[in-house]
């Protein structure tokens, strides 16, 4: 099985990469190979961040991994937090600090079409590749549900009428940004030819 490391220090990310990928691939994580320590993304694009995360990590353990950035773009706030989205509410703030936040600056505001983006940077064979995966919502006045991380309790999909942390893992994964974004990943590392 085809071995991947991936560029993150998330552990709601990894778990959600291990479910989309069981059974398809070997996912190594920061910890698997001993890594401690921040990996910079000071770019100011999503892609930009992506690829520097699986650019570092490339360059440390020389070995075919691949990094995800993503960004909630609230078209009411022309795109914002985008890629602040984990630092919105400053450096180092809950998840909770940036969803009162965002409450905030979209109170009384009656669009509140939103969507998740996320790019995948893959560096395979030292070739670099991106993906992308996009879905499209509103945030809600208020909070429901507990699954997930992040702005999800405050994220309803379109075609939904609860938000990402009412859903189960299986379903987000199936609709999500990410998911998405992993399906493509997939299929192209389906496609590579066996070594
Ligand atoms: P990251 O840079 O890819 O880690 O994502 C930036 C921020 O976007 C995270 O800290 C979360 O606040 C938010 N985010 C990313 N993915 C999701 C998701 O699937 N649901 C909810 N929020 C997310």
Known sequence: MKKLLLATNNAHKLEEIHQITKGRFE????????????IPETSPTIEGNAIQKAQFIHDLFNMDCFADDTGL??????????VYSARYAGESCSF????????????????????FRTVIALIVDNQLFTFEGIVNGE?????????????????????????FAEMDAALKNKISHRGLATAKLIEFLEGLPLK
């Open 27 to 38: 996912i190594l994580s920061l910890k698997d190979v001993d890594f401690v320590g921040e």
């Open 73 to 82: 773009e609230v078209e009411a706030l022309n795109g914002e937090p985008g």
């Open 96 to 115: 909770q600090a940036n969803i009162a936040k965002l409450l905030e600056a979209l109170d009384r505001k009656i669009n509140r079409k939103a969507r």
């Open 139 to 163: 945030i809600s006045a208020r909070q429901s549900g507990n699954a997930g991380f992040g702005y999800d309790p405050i994220f309803i999909p379109v075609g939904y009428k609860v938000s």
